[in-house]
């Protein structure tokens, strides 16, 4: 199967264009840094064959210096495509061409596809793809990924270029740019030439030489032999010109950009006022910024809690008349456990998560309305002063507002970090944000301990305590562990847009699924399990069981914060995932007699004092185990990963005692 890649800048609808080509459901955000892995599907051609369609993260050039870019330069050196497709922000032509250029000379095919055409006509900016493709020689074509207006015109586009063979006429390297700079590339593509590929894409020799002019790192790293050549022709070239290797060879493409520009687009008066620059005076405002952002997540808060109320309670009384009926229509006596098993156990935890998803639903409603309308950038800049102060920057927030919905995607996000020292410190951070595994904690709690008027600030104070603590977190690790100046912070403030509804239902069905997947894979085990420890061995007494014992052997340690037994024994289960937490607690409220309903057993058994400090546990102990998989990947080491474990569980325990000490004193 022929292999095709999307390349483009981070915010371009790339991703929007691979689900509308391969009817995939990738989540889409307007802001930079969505993609941040690799995504591949298929997508059928007009004559019905089938290509295999890379979906690569945005980079704005193959000289890369962040996570995510890297991904980008080894998948186009590391393998060979048969086409590029070059996705362009129409509205943003000569900031994309720079990448074009770029790919126009690795020596694979390239199709031009100029994206958000409505956007660019709205203001006023017309490009003529005819004229683009007769200047570069490669094909052209415009898209609106988000209505998916010209996918059949692209689907035949790559159809077409695929059967077809042609070469891009930019850069012509031999031809163009001065004498100095001609004459540098000519004399390391042909040391280059004479040596075998070192990459499995073969890119073209005069490609490698301009990188080894540019002092790429993989490049360079790859042609070590070519180091002192590469060196005394930089030399060369930086005396002749008076400017850097890489500032000459920028300023060479900058010349073909301004030439392509000129030549191929036009731009007349707008068709609409400029809405982003309005509501940016006020969203973006030194003074009222700051304030607008807080209440909007207050909002989001009280609008997941007073949304999904209705909808929970009915779960909550369906599951519990399920488990009544049941438990009726059993026959009397016969095999007891196995009755337990299911009622008490199965469905008892199991359904104990199931009721907590519209909650999630809301949520991930919320954070899609964020994304999809570009206010997630705005946030990361909004809060660029804050980061700054504890030596961190405004891109480190975008995962951790990510966070809010999961810590992995977070996590994944922070590849966006070209500062190691601020992605790992990021990175570190990252699980003190209140995920959506966690919401079914801090619903369960706050419903059961918490009266209504209490219930939204309650749910928002401990959001708050987690940005807070990551913070102060960040601020030690900068000034300890991580020293030294912070990173430059430069990001793209994309366009208001309305997200579509296709992009809302994917961002909370993704979300949906995955917790339903946990509640009939990891939580039903955890639920079997737990089951067992709680049951048996068989003694009449709660305590003997093997639950029993790991809260009575955890009891001395925990009671300083609040924690009886069986809270105690619960915890353990969140080590795998938080949602366990509720299904063990439903479980051994059940073995131990307790209300069909769990909130109501809560309520008779806990204090609010008891059941804050428990969800200031839960927020900042112990991240479950998908997480710690991720870190050690991500920092590409176990030590990193058991630190973060231990670390956060230590300031967990910290947090609490404070808090549940002075509690008692009020």
Not at 97 to 126: F, R, W
Not at 386 to 408: D, E, T, W
């Amino acid at each position: 199967m022929m292999k095709v890649a999307l390349v483009g800048h981070p915010n371009c609808g790339k991703t929007t264009l691979f689900n509308a080509l391969t009817g995939g459901r990738r989540h889409v955000g307007n802001y930079s840094g969505v993609t941040v892995e690799r995504h591949v599907g298929v997508c059928v051609l007009p004559e019905g064959a089938g290509v295999e369609v890379a979906d690569l993260p945005g980079t704005y050039s193959l000289c890369a210096s962040a996570a995510d870019e890297r991904v980008v330069q080894r998948a186009l050196l590391g393998e060979r495509f048969d086409l590029l497709v070059n996705v362009i922000d129409a509205s943003q032509l000569a900031r994309s061409l720079y990448l074009t250029i770029q790919l126009c000379s690795l020596g694979v095919p390239v199709l031009l596809v100029l994206n958000m055409a409505d956007e660019a006509a709205a203001k006023g900016i017309h490009t003529d793809p005819k004229r683009l493709s007769a200047l570069t020689g490669c094909p052209a074509v415009k898209t609106v990924g988000r209505t998916a207006k010209g996918i059949d015109a692209l689907r035949r586009a790559m159809a077409d270029a695929l059967a077809s063979d042609f070469r891009a006429l930019i850069p012509d390297w031999a031809h163009q740019g001065d004498e100095h700079l001609r004459g540098a590339v000519a004399a390391l593509a042909a040391e280059v030439a004479a040596r075998p590929p070192a990459f499995a894409s073969g890119p073209s020799p005069a490609w490698v030489a301009v990188m080894l002019l540019e002092r790429d790192a993989l490049v360079s790293a790859a042609y070590p032999e070519l180091g002192p050549v590469a060196q005394a022709q930089i030399e060369r070239l930086e005396s002749a010109e008076g400017e850097q290797s890489d500032v000459v060879v920028a300023d060479f493409r900058y010349g073909v950009i301004n030439a392509l520009v000129r030549e191929c687009q036009t731009q007349k008066a707008p068709l609409r006022q400029d809405v982003t620059s309005r509501i940016d005076r006020v969203a973006t405002h030194p003074v009222w910024g700051l304030p607008i952002f807080f209440l909007l997540l207050c909002g989001m808060f009280w609008f997941t809690f007073a949304a999904s109320e209705p909808m929970m309670n009915a779960l909550d009384r369906a599951f519990a008349a399920l488990r009544l009926f049941l438990g009726a229509c059993w026959p009397s006596g016969a095999v007891p456990w196995l009755r337990s098993l299911v009622i008490d156990g199965i469905l008892g935890g199991v359904c104990g998560v199931l009721v907590f998803l519209p909650n999630i639903l809301t949520l991930f409603l919320c954070l899609a309305l964020i994304e999809g309308t570009g206010y997630m950038a705005r946030a990361a800049f909004i809060m660029d002063r804050a980061m700054k102060a504890v030596g961190l920057h405004g891109k480190s927030f975008i995962p951790l507002l990510i966070g809010f919905g999961c810590s992995v995607p977070a996590i994944l996000a922070t590849r966006t970090i070209e500062s190691r020292r601020d992605r790992l410190t990021t990175l570190f951070i990252a699980p003190l944000m209140s995920c959506g595994a966690r919401l079914p904690i801090y619903t369960l709690v706050i419903s059961a301990l918490f009266p209504l008027a209490w219930r939204a600030p309650a749910l928002v104070s401990v959001y708050l305590v987690g940005v807070l603590a990551a913070l102060v977190v960040a601020a030690i690790l900068r000034k300890t562990v991580f020293r030294g100046e912070a990173s430059l912070f430069i990001l793209e403030l994309p366009p208001y847009r309305l997200p579509t509804l296709r992009s809302i239902v994917i961002h909370m069905w993704e979300r949906a699924w995955h917790y339903l997947q946990k509640a009939g894979t990891i939580i039903l085990a955890a639920s079997v399990l737990f089951w067992v420890a709680t049951t048996y061995p068989q003694t009449g007494n709660p305590a003997d069981t093997v639950s029993g014992r790991i809260g009575h052997f955890l009891e001395p340690v925990m009671r300083p914060i609040g924690f009886d037994r069986q809270i105690s024994s619960a915890l353990v289960g969140a080590v795998a995932a938080k949602e366990v937490f509720v299904s063990q607690l439903a479980i051994s409220t059940a073995a131990e007699g307790g209300s069909t309903l769990l909130r109501e057993a809560l309520a008779e058994r806990y204090t609010p004092l008891q059941g804050y400090v428990l969800m200031l546990f839960c927020l900042m102990a112990t991240p479950c185990i998908a997480t710690f998989a991720i870190v050690r990947r991500e920092a590409g080491t176990w030590v990193w990963a058991v630190a973060q474990q231990i670390a956060l569980t230590l300031l967990a325990y910290g947090v609490c005692f404070v808090v549940y000490r002075i509690g008692l004193l009020l």
